[in-house]
C-alpha cells in the first residue's frame, strides 16, 4: 500500500515537472520573439505656411444711417391712413391725413379778411393822394394788410403739418395708429429708416488706435446673415477715448442692398488691414490641448522598427497663435512640411506605429459653413 502511494506521488511529481518545464519553455520562446502592436489608422496634414491678412476682431451693433420715430405735430383726427407697414416709402410721400375742415374754413375768413384789408388799402392810398387821411393811417391800414395775409399763412402751415409726410427714402415700421383715432402732439405714426447703406457702430482698445483710419476697409458677419458677409469702411474714428473702458469708438458704413442688417442688429466686425502676416498653420483639429502645454503628434519615418520601415508618433510641444476658421496658427515647436496626426488624437502615444489613410479626413476650411442638419 505505501508503495503503492510512493508510486503515485512520484508520477504526480514527474507530470508536474513536465507541465512547468513545458511552460517555462514556451514563455521564454515568446519572450525571445519580438512583440509588436498593430499600426493604428490616422489622418495627416502638414504644416503650411499661408499669408493671411491682417485682422482686428470686433463686436459692435448696426445702425440706420438715417432713423426717425415719424410722429404728429398738431393734434387731430385720423381721416387717411396712406401707407402699408414695411413698405417703402419717398420722400414727400403722404402718410397719415388728420382732419383739415376747421382750419379750411378758418383759412377762408381770413382770406376774405385779408382780401378785405387789400381793398382798403387802395381806397386808402387814393385818399392819402388827396390829403383826405392821415400818413399814419394809411400805415395801419397797409398794417392790417401784412396781419390778414400772416394770420392765413399761419392756418395754411397747420393744415399742411396735418398732411404727415415721409422726411426722407426709407422703409416703414409697423403702423402705430389706426382710422379715426384722435392724436396728439408727438403721438408716433410709424418708423422710418433707410437700410441701404447702414452703419456697424464698434469699439476697440485704445492700442489699435495707430492701425486704424478712414477709409479702412470693414467685413461684418451677422447670425441673422450666415452665409453672407458685408463689405464697407470705416467713416469715422471718435476723437475721444472713453476714460472708463479705454476704447475708442469707431463707426463704418456698409452696404446693404438686400437688407439683411437691421437697426439694433448686433454683428461681428473685421477690420482689414493692408497689410498680410505669414503664417504657419495646422489644422485645429491636431492640437491636444493640455494644462501643462498644447502639442501635436508629429509622423516621422523609422527605418529601423521591428517591421522595418514604418511611421511612428512623436509627441512635440508647441506654443499657438492666432486661430481663423478650422485652422491655428503655431508659432513654434513646428516647421514648414511636419505631418501632424489631424484627429483621434487623444488616444495616441509616443512612439506608436501609425498607417496614414486621409479617406475620412476633416475637411479644414478658413470659412467653415456647416449645414443645418
Same mark, same amino acid.
Given at each position: 500500500?505505501?508503495?503503492?502511494?510512493?508510486?503515485?506521488?512520484?508520477?504526480?511529481?514527474?507530470?508536474?515537472? &513536465?507541465?512547468?518545464?513545458?511552460?517555462?519553455?514556451?514563455?521564454?520562446?515568446?519572450?525571445?520573439?519580438?512583440?509588436?502592436?498593430?499600426?493604428?489608422?490616422?489622418?495627416?496634414?502638414?504644416?503650411?505656411?499661408?499669408?493671411?491678412?491682417?485682422?482686428?476682431? &470686433?463686436?459692435?451693433?448696426?445702425?440706420?444711417?438715417?432713423?426717425? $420715430?415719424? %410722429?404728429?405735430?398738431?393734434?387731430?383726427?385720423?381721416?387717411?391712413?396712406?401707407?402699408?407697414?414695411?413698405?417703402?416709402?419717398? $420722400?414727400? /410721400?403722404?402718410?397719415?391725413?388728420?382732419?383739415?375742415?376747421?382750419?379750411?374754413?378758418?383759412?377762408?375768413?381770413?382770406?376774405?379778411?385779408?382780401?378785405?384789408? !387789400?381793398?382798403?388799402? /387802395?381806397?386808402?392810398?387814393?385818399?392819402?393822394?388827396?390829403?383826405?387821411?392821415?400818413?399814419?393811417?394809411?400805415?395801419?391800414?397797409?398794417?392790417?394788410?401784412?396781419?390778414?395775409?400772416?394770420?392765413?399763412?399761419?392756418?395754411?402751415?397747420?393744415?399742411?403739418?396735418?398732411?404727415?409726410?415721409?422726411?426722407?427714402?426709407?422703409?416703414?415700421?409697423?403702423?402705430?395708429?389706426?382710422?379715426?383715432?384722435?392724436?396728439?402732439?408727438?403721438?408716433?405714426?410709424?418708423?422710418?429708416?433707410?437700410?441701404?447703406?447702414? #452703419?456697424?457702430?464698434?469699439?476697440?482698445?485704445?492700442?489699435?488706435?495707430?492701425?486704424?483710419?478712414?477709409?479702412?476697409?470693414?467685413?461684418?458677419?451677422?447670425?441673422?446673415?450666415?452665409? !453672407?458677409?458685408?463689405?464697407?469702411?470705416?467713416?469715422?474714428?471718435?476723437?475721444?477715448?472713453?476714460?472708463?473702458?479705454?476704447?475708442?469708438?469707431?463707426? &463704418?458704413?456698409?452696404?446693404?442692398?438686400?437688407?439683411?442688417?437691421?437697426?439694433?442688429?448686433?454683428?461681428?466686425?473685421?477690420?482689414?488691414?493692408?497689410?498680410?502676416?505669414?503664417?504657419?498653420?495646422?489644422?485645429?483639429? &491636431?492640437?491636444? #490641448?493640455?494644462? #501643462?502645454?498644447?502639442?501635436?503628434?508629429?509622423?516621422?519615418?523609422?527605418?529601423?522598427?521591428?517591421? %522595418?520601415?514604418?511611421?511612428?508618433?512623436?509627441?512635440?510641444?508647441?506654443?499657438?497663435?492666432?486661430?481663423?476658421? /478650422?485652422?491655428?496658427?503655431? $508659432?513654434?515647436?513646428?516647421?514648414?512640411?511636419?505631418?501632424?496626426?489631424?484627429?483621434?488624437?487623444?488616444?495616441?502615444?509616443?512612439?506608436?506605429?501609425?498607417?496614414?489613410?486621409? !479617406?475620412?479626413?476633416?475637411?479644414? !476650411?478658413?470659412?467653415?459653413?456647416?449645414?443645418?442638419?
Amino acid at each position: 500500500m505505501i508503495k503503492k502511494l510512493i508510486i503515485t506521488s512520484i508520477g504526480i511529481i514527474v507530470i508536474i515537472g &513536465a507541465l512547468v518545464g513545458t511552460k517555462m519553455l514556451q514563455f521564454r520562446a515568446m519572450a525571445a520573439t519580438p512583440q509588436t502592436m498593430p499600426a493604428e489608422t490616422v489622418t495627416a496634414a502638414p504644416a503650411k505656411e499661408e499669408d493671411w491678412p491682417n485682422l482686428v476682431l &470686433a463686436t459692435g451693433s448696426i445702425a440706420a444711417v438715417q432713423g426717425v $420715430t415719424i %410722429g404728429v405735430e398738431v393734434p387731430g383726427k385720423t381721416v387717411k391712413i396712406a401707407f402699408e407697414a414695411g413698405a417703402i416709402a419717398k $420722400t414727400g /410721400d403722404l402718410l397719415v391725413q388728420l382732419d383739415t375742415s376747421t382750419e379750411e374754413a378758418q383759412l377762408r375768413a381770413a382770406e376774405a379778411s385779408a382780401e378785405l384789408a !387789400k381793398a382798403n388799402v /387802395d381806397r386808402s392810398r387814393d385818399l392819402a393822394g388827396k390829403s383826405t387821411i392821415s400818413r399814419a393811417e394809411l400805415d395801419a391800414a397797409e398794417a392790417q394788410v401784412k396781419q390778414m395775409i400772416a394770420q392765413a399763412d399761419g392756418i395754411r402751415a397747420v393744415i399742411a403739418k396735418k398732411s404727415i409726410r415721409a422726411p426722407f427714402d426709407g422703409r416703414l415700421g409697423l403702423r402705430l395708429v389706426n382710422l379715426g383715432q384722435i392724436l396728439k402732439d408727438g403721438d408716433p405714426i410709424a418708423t422710418l429708416q433707410t437700410l441701404d447703406p447702414v #452703419y456697424a457702430n464698434f469699439s476697440l482698445p485704445q492700442q489699435r488706435l495707430s492701425v486704424i483710419e478712414p477709409g479702412g476697409m470693414v467685413r461684418v458677419t451677422t447670425d441673422a446673415a450666415p452665409d !453672407k458677409s458685408f463689405e464697407g469702411k470705416i467713416n469715422a474714428v471718435s476723437p475721444e477715448v472713453d476714460p472708463v473702458t479705454r476704447n475708442i469708438r469707431v463707426q &463704418a458704413t456698409v452696404s446693404n442692398a438686400d437688407e439683411k442688417l437691421r437697426a439694433g442688429m448686433f454683428a461681428n466686425v473685421e477690420i482689414v488691414l493692408p497689410s498680410k502676416e505669414k503664417v504657419l498653420v495646422i489644422p485645429a483639429t &491636431a492640437v491636444m #490641448y493640455a494644462p #501643462y502645454g498644447d502639442s501635436v503628434f508629429v509622423i516621422e519615418e523609422k527605418k529601423d522598427g521591428p517591421n %522595418g520601415a514604418e511611421k511612428v508618433l512623436r509627441q512635440q510641444f508647441i506654443r499657438l497663435g492666432g486661430a481663423r476658421g /478650422d485652422f491655428v496658427t503655431v $508659432t513654434s515647436g513646428l516647421k514648414p512640411g511636419d505631418s501632424v496626426v489631424t484627429s483621434g488624437v487623444f488616444k495616441l502615444r509616443p512612439g506608436m506605429a501609425v498607417v496614414i489613410d486621409n !479617406k475620412l479626413a476633416p475637411d479644414a !476650411k478658413l470659412a467653415p459653413k456647416p449645414e443645418n442638419t
